[in-house]
């Protein structure tokens, strides 16, 4: 037991270092914090009452949504398929380091890396500090899905190229309940889709009605999804492990 613990925290600490440091990880970690500056100053500067509110409400859930795709896709997908392609997996291997060691501690960075800028994304935009807790709650919680995806699908990518074009259907995914009201029959999917229910939590949050009975679908929504993934994950890890 002290053996393996002593292990992760090595793992962690590794990882930790990877995300300040790797110049890809840290830009699409500052992206979203960035993104989030621009609409608020360039689009939203000049609204006021309630176009205000409902802008800003807008920006809350957008956050969670540009932090769950971007992070998880660089600090995960990106991240486990340039280790594979500089042979830093097999060497860990080699040391004796279990795949699920691996996993757990990249999986844990990704969501601490999401905590972080979702925090900065929500004092960015300059909501009541009081909604930070339940802020992160959501985006964390609502983000589980992205990570155990990207976990499995930074195990099939070969490369740090094949690994960008398997990040799009997660980008796509992702954000796509941002266009719900843009394009046609997508509002009536948006809200079943991966983040869609963190999507609408965000909404809820924003507007002071997190805790009314229109959460209820958007909570069963986003656990319903966090089953899932957590099921696929547990089915196709070893096997995506072993082939790699």
């Not at 793992?11 to 790797?22: I, P």
């Not at 929500?122 to 992205?146: D, E, K, T």
Request: with cysteine; aromatic share 6%; net charge negative.
């Amino acid at each position: 037991m002290e053996a393996t613990l002593r292990k992760t925290g090595a793992l962690l600490g590794k990882d930790l270092k990877d995300v300040v440091k790797n110049p890809t990880m840290l830009v699409c970690c500052l992206l979203p914090v960035g993104f989030m500056l621009f609409y608020k100053n360039a689009v939203g500067g000049g609204m006021d009452g309630e176009d205000a509110e409902a802008f800003s409400a807008l920006l809350v859930s957008w956050s969670l949504l540009f932090t769950a795709t971007m992070v998880a896709s660089m600090a995960t997908l990106n991240a486990i398929a340039e280790e594979k392609e500089k042979h830093t997996l097999r060497t860990l291997m080699l040391a004796n380091v279990s795949a699920e060691q691996m996993l757990a501690s990249r999986g844990l960075v990704t969501l601490l890396a999401i905590g972080v800028v979702d925090a900065a994304c929500y004092l960015v935009i300059g909501q009541p500090p009081a909604g930070l807790p339940a802020f992160l709650a959501i985006g964390m919680a609502g983000s589980v899905p992205i990570v155990l995806l990207s976990l499995l699908l930074g195990l099939v990518a070969r490369d740090q190229m094949s690994a960008g074009v398997l990040s799009m259907p997660i980008l796509i995914a992702g954000i796509a309940p941002m266009f719900a009201q843009m394009v046609d029959g997508l509002s009536d999917i948006a809200p079943y889709l991966p983040t869609g229910g963190m999507n609408e939590l965000g909404l809820l949050l924003a507007r002071g009605e997190l805790l009314s009975p229109d959460a209820i679908v958007p909570v069963a929504t986003t656990l319903a999804w966090v089953a899932v993934a957590a099921v696929a994950f547990a089915l196709l890890y070893r096997r995506l492990a072993r082939d790699n």
